[in-house]
Every structure is written in C-alpha cells, then in structure tokens.
C-alpha cells in the first residue's frame, strides 16, 4: 500500500517561514519525480515546485527564490521550504510522486498552510 504522508503545515504570520515535510512509503522515491502542488479555496491545483529523481528542482514562477524543494532518499522524503509567507500563499499543499516510464502516480493527502496575522 503506497502512502504520501504530508506534516510542517500551520498557521504563519505574513513574512514567516515553514518547511513541509511528505513521506513516503510503499514506494522507493528515488526512482519518481516528486512534487508539490497547493489549491487555495476557489481556485485549482496548482503546481509549485518539482524536484527530478535525480535531484534538479523547477519552480513555478510565483515562488521562485521564496520556496526551495529539495529530497531525501534514504529518508524516502520530499521536502518544501517556505520562506517570506504571504497571504496569498494560503492553501492545502499536497506531495505527489511520479514514475513517468511506468506510468505510476501518487498523492497525499495535503497540509494546510494559512498565512494570516
């Protein structure tokens, strides 16, 4: 049975910071490209940040040089740090793993992070 379990999401005054944290189990990370997405209310999913299996990050342009993705393999883990919160980054972060040669996709089940003073 394959579980992505996400922790680290709270509540955070404007300017602060969190790291998000998933771990995996069922699957062995190091083959899968690992994500995080958000869906703040009214809006879709959206993709945030993708780190490859083997270790190079992509950003979406909105958070780029505010958040830093980064991976674990022998913790089997994914990983999002978020620096200078803003209200608009409010939302439920979710993990994904993907291993696109076979075609096999997971997700968490999310963490909500709220940015309010």
């Known amino acids: 049975q394959v579980q992505l379990v996400e922790s680290g999401g709270g509540l955070v005054q404007p300017g602060g910071s969190l790291r998000l944290s998933c771990a995996a189990s069922?699957?062995?990370?190091?083959?899968?490209?690992l994500a995080w997405y958000r869906q703040a209310p009214g809006k879709q999913r959206e993709l945030v940040a993708t780190i490859s299996s083997r270790g190079y990050p992509s950003y979406t342009d909105s958070v780029k040089g505010q958040f830093t993705i980064s991976r674990d393999n022998a913790k089997n883990s994914v990983y999002l740090r978020m620096n200078s919160l803003k209200p608009e980054d409010t939302a439920v972060y979710y993990c994904k793993a993907d291993w696109v040669l076979m075609n096999y996709s997971y997700w968490g089940q999310g963490t909500q992070v709220t940015v309010s003073s």
């Open positions: 069922g699957i062995i990370v190091s083959m899968y490209q």
